[in-house]
């Protein structure tokens, strides 16, 4: 596999030479400051693209081309937008750059309600706790029946929780759920924006009547109407899978299990419409066995991403050290470099892989970083998953 990380862009206080001492050979990024929706031209991936060069680096793959909300509801600018999309895309297989994340989420990227959370060593981990997020979703966003979408046992626990929540309690509940997590992702809300709850209301609200099927059937759409495009320039689409893989606010959500995967695959039979298999997303949901995804959908993912959570009953999960967790990251670079030695028999391209969210360690928490992309956490992951992949290829040498 490939040994690609998330970099920021030319503002990221990781360097692109302080990467390539630690064993990075391909960067995963976007251009940021382009607003949603907006074309990516020629000039502007070319003028990334030399700058990464420049360095030894090559950019192996897109993370995110952003897909708007109005192509998910399929609001009247659908295909307005779709038809910029596809001009992105033409820009990015004339510049070399074919392998494109995108996700189909309505409203919400990843979703944490806890950044740091502590572990007894000293280091911390984002965090996703069940009563917290449905505290959010009744309290502060009081959302129209949510009750409804919650156990009675987690309900009661809310309205216990709402004795003690002081304004500062809800304060961090937001910035964490809809606020940090969002906006450095090309997400709805940014840091700054001023009523982020109103705004966000607001965006719930263009979802009104959309359930699974419709949100499928547009999913659909969208794909469809870009495979020519990808087929002409022979770029690999790869979906982010939903992280948490559950529905949440109301919001339909269409990749979270293995079913969900075989549908979006099969509804567009084609290589080119693919997966980003993210261990860290599926692992968060017991439903999933994911060294059997891996197993099944290895030929058509383009992309990995390596990390592990660890679920903890009723909804709430951690961040595992990629090491552990339920994820099997030790299986997955079996799997994944099997499948890139199969593809490279046939003189396909190698895998990209890049470690996801790594714990806050040695002063990453105070180092102003995008939470879940620390440097010292994040490189330690590499070196651990470094390790994997030597092991791996070792044993397959032996084995052949
Ligand atoms: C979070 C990320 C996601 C991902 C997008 C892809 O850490 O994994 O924000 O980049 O969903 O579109």
């Given at each position: 596999?490939e040994?690609t990380w998330r970099w920021?862009?030319?503002?990221?206080?990781?360097?692109?030479?302080?990467?390539?001492?630690?064993?990075?050979?391909g960067l995963v990024t976007a251009?940021?400051?382009?607003?949603?929706?907006?074309?990516?031209?020629?000039?502007?991936?070319?003028?990334?693209?030399?700058?990464?060069?420049?360095?030894?680096?090559r950019w192996s793959v897109v993370e995110s081309l952003?897909?708007?909300?109005?192509?998910?509801?399929?609001?009247?600018?659908?295909?307005?937008?779709?038809?910029?999309?596809?001009?992105?895309?033409?820009?990015l297989?004339?510049?070399?750059i074919k392998t494109i994340c995108y996700?189909?989420?309505?409203?919400?990227?990843?979703?944490?309600?806890?950044?740091?959370?502590?572990?007894?060593?000293?280091?911390?981990?984002?965090?996703?706790?069940?009563?917290?997020?449905?505290?959010?979703?009744?309290?502060?966003?009081?959302?129209?029946?949510?009750?409804?979408?919650?156990?009675?046992?987690?309900?009661?626990?809310?309205?216990?929780?709402?004795?003690?929540?002081?304004?500062?309690?809800?304060?961090?509940?937001?910035?964490?759920?809809?606020?940090?997590?969002?906006?450095?992702?090309?997400?709805?809300?940014?840091?700054?924006?001023?009523?982020?709850?109103?705004?966000?209301?607001?965006?719930?609200?263009?979802?009104?009547?959309?359930?699974?099927?419709?949100?499928?059937?547009?999913?659909?759409?969208?794909?469809?109407?870009?495979?020519?495009?990808?087929?002409?320039?022979?770029i690999n689409?790869c979906?982010h899978?939903?992280?948490?893989?559950?529905?949440?606010?109301?919001?339909?959500?269409?990749?979270?299990?293995?079913?969900?995967?075989?549908?979006?695959?099969?509804?567009?039979?084609?290589?080119?419409?693919?997966?980003t298999?993210?261990?860290?997303?599926?692992?968060?949901?017991?439903?999933?066995?994911?060294?059997?995804?891996?197993?099944?959908?290895?030929?058509?993912?383009h992309f990995i991403h390596?990390?592990?959570?660890?679920?903890?009953?009723?909804?709430?999960?951690?961040?595992?050290?990629?090491?552990?967790?339920?994820?099997?990251?030790?299986?997955?670079?079996?799997?994944?470099?099997?499948?890139?030695?199969?593809?490279?028999?046939?003189?396909?391209?190698?895998l990209p892989m890049r470690?996801?969210?790594?714990?806050?360690?040695?002063?990453?928490?105070?180092?102003?970083?995008?939470?879940?992309?620390?440097?010292?956490?994040?490189?330690?992951?590499?070196?651990?998953?470094?390790?994997?992949?030597?092991?791996?290829?070792?044993?397959?040498?032996?084995?052949?």
């Open positions: 596999m040994k920021f862009g030319k503002k990221d206080k990781i360097t692109l030479p302080m990467l390539r001492q630690i064993g990075v050979e251009l940021h400051d382009i607003p949603n929706g907006e074309i990516w031209t020629e000039e502007a991936i070319m003028d990334l693209k030399d700058y990464i060069e420049s360095y030894g680096l952003p897909v708007c909300e109005a192509i998910k509801y399929a609001g009247p600018e659908r295909d307005h937008l779709i038809e910029n999309y596809i001009i992105s895309l033409e820009n297989g004339k510049c070399g996700n189909f989420m309505p409203v919400l990227d990843w979703a944490r309600t806890d950044l740091k959370h502590p572990w007894p060593d000293g280091s911390t981990s984002l965090f996703f706790d069940y009563a917290n997020f449905a505290y959010f979703d009744i309290k502060i966003l009081e959302r129209e029946g949510a009750e409804k979408d919650f156990p009675a046992e987690i309900v009661a626990k809310v309205n216990e929780m709402d004795k003690t929540m002081t304004a500062e309690d809800r304060h961090k509940l937001v910035e964490n759920i809809i606020v940090k997590t969002q906006g450095f992702v090309n997400g709805n809300i940014s840091e700054g924006d001023k009523e982020p709850i109103k705004k966000f209301k607001g965006l719930l609200e263009l979802y009104r009547g959309i359930d699974k099927e419709t949100l499928r059937e547009n999913m659909k759409y969208f794909l469809n109407a870009i495979m020519p495009v990808c087929e002409k320039w022979d689409m979906v899978p939903d992280d948490p893989p559950m529905e949440v606010l109301g919001l339909p959500r269409i990749v979270r299990t293995d079913e969900d995967i075989e549908w979006f695959l099969s509804a567009v039979d084609n290589p080119h419409n693919g997966l298999f993210c261990a860290g997303s599926l692992s968060a949901g017991e439903q999933n066995d994911v060294v059997a995804m891996a197993h099944k959908y290895a030929s058509r993912t390596l990390r592990s959570c660890q679920t903890l009953g009723g909804g709430n999960f951690i961040e595992a050290p990629h090491w552990g967790g339920r994820a099997h990251l030790v299986e997955l670079c079996r799997i994944f470099t099997e499948e890139e030695r199969r593809r490279n028999a046939n003189g396909g391209i190698g470690v996801d969210h790594g714990k806050d360690i040695l002063g990453d928490a105070d180092g102003g970083y995008n939470p879940g992309y620390g440097f010292y956490g994040r490189m330690l992951a590499l070196g651990q998953v470094t390790g994997m992949m030597a092991a791996v290829e070792d044993e397959l040498a032996n084995k052949n």
